[in-house]
Each structure stands twice: as C-alpha cells, then as structure tokens.
C-alpha cells in the first residue's frame, strides 16, 4: 500500500481552498502515481480555533480561517467513499500540550502529525534562522531536543519531516540520534519519511538515513508524505522514498483510521 499523508488543501494556485472542490484534483493526482490513500493535514495556524496557541507573528498573522469549514471538507470526502483521511499538521508549542489537546478534541481525525518550526520564536525552517542566531551544533540540539518532548507529549501520531533542522544544508558533526530515537520508540509516536527535502536547499529526503536506522532499530513505524501544497506534487519522489525504507529495513508502511493505527506492506 503506498500512502501520502502530508499534503494541504490549496488551488493549483497554492491558494488556501478549505472546500470539498478543491479535494478531487488531489484524489485524481494520487490515482495517476499509484498513491493508494492520501491525507490532509493543513497547518494548525491557519484556524481561528486553535488562535490561542500562538504568539509567533508568522503563525498569528496566518490565522484566520474556519476549523470547521476545513474538517467538513474532508470528512464529506471521505464520506461519500474517497480515499482521504483527516488530519492536522500541529506545531508543538512546549507547555502548552493540555491545551493543544483540548483544543484538538472536538474535530474526528483519523490522525495528527506533530511539527517542530519555532524554537523560542526563531525558525527552523525560515526567518529569523535558529541556525544563524545559536550556530549550527547548538540549533541541531535544541531542534532534536524539542522533537523528543512533542513525542514524549502524545499528542501527534507522527512526526513530520523530523530532521527538518538540516534544510538548508547545515549539518552537526557526528551527531547522534540515538537519544532522540529512543524518546520517540518510548512515545510509540511514528515518524515520517518525507520527500519534501528533495525539493529544499540540502537536497535529500527526510529524515537521514542514520535517524531512519536508528528508529527502525527501535521498532518505530513509518509514514511516508509529499508535503504536497499543489495536486501535482502528491506522490512525488516516492520512488526514492521506498529505497530509504527498504535500506533501513522497513517493510511496511502505517496507515491511520480514526487514530488507530495499522501496518501494511508497502509496494
């Protein structure tokens, strides 16, 4: 089974369209690459909702649709028989995990993914850069520390893109990920093996083959994403993806109903 459960609900403009028209051209873009099942998982900090959880200005600044309007969109989907999941892309915002959870509660997701992007307001991914403000060893640490609490918090069922720290090329020396692997199997939260990193700076899919290892060591399952936000990005690359897997040992792939979990052999 071949699945892509990191993708946002956009116009082939990549312009927000929280509406069941815009689902069909990501279902028709998964048949022609052989994605079995796709899932959504827009931004938390798009939704008035969930306002209470931020305070970085590019997250507040950004909120200002409907929860609801979205959830609707894709539940009426996955109703009317197509093969898409709900989901939620969640940034973790350390102390404030009661909340997210309260505030998460009330929606029928089959399953969340958990974001590391903002540490103590720099970005991980984007301006202001963690890495030029604390150097690149120290944004490394404190990246795969905070990783470690979202999965010791139990509030995401996956990790997304979770070495996203090394995007624009930087690298720690002879980092270890054992520590970090260990937090995530005790967790019993999934990572992700995203082919999103092909298309940044460092040029590779997330996470490093090292990470894979070390959680494949530890029994940690596997999602696979596009971190798609146009229809012709669904599937891309996943090719290269089911190497990795393959590499690390992996053999199956989970799949999410409803926030419970299964495994199913990857083709």
């Not at 090394?166 to 992700?192: L, M, P, Q």
């Not at 971190?227 to 799949?255: I, K, M, N, Q």
Request: hydrophobic residues 40%.
């Amino acid at each position: 089974m071949i699945v892509d459960y990191h993708m946002h609900l956009r116009n082939d403009r990549e312009q927000i369209a929280h509406d069941t028209g815009a689902v069909s051209p990501f279902v028709h873009a998964a048949r022609a690459a052989g994605v079995d099942e796709i899932g959504f998982t827009e931004h938390g900090y798009y939704f008035t909702q969930l306002r209470t959880l931020w305070s970085v200005p590019y997250q507040s600044e950004r909120c200002a649709y409907d929860l609801e309007q979205y959830v609707d969109a894709v539940v009426q989907a996955r109703d009317r028989g197509l093969p898409v999941k709900l989901g939620l892309e969640v940034d973790y915002v350390p102390g404030r995990e009661d909340e997210t959870r309260a505030l998460l509660a009330p929606y029928p997701w089959d399953y969340l993914l958990g974001s590391v992007h903002w540490i103590d307001g720099l970005s991980v991914d984007g301006d202001p850069r963690l890495v030029d403000e604390v150097g690149v060893e120290s944004a490394w640490h404190r990246y795969f520390e905070t990783l470690a609490l979202a999965a010791g918090s139990r509030l995401f069922d996956s990790l997304s893109h979770p070495d996203l720290v090394k995007i624009f090329g930087d690298r720690a020396d002879a980092f270890d990920y054992s520590t970090v692997a260990d937090a995530i199997a005790e967790s019993g939260t999934a990572i992700e093996v995203s082919t999103a990193g092909l298309r940044k700076p460092v040029g590779e899919l997330y996470p490093h083959p090292d990470l894979l290892r070390a959680c494949r060591e530890r029994a940690v399952p596997v999602t696979t994403g596009s971190d798609a936000h146009v229809p012709s990005l669904v599937g891309r690359d996943f090719d290269r993806a089911r190497e990795l897997l393959s590499s690390a040992g992996y053999e199956t792939v989970t799949v999410f109903e409803r926030r419970r979990r299964r495994q199913e052999p990857f083709a």
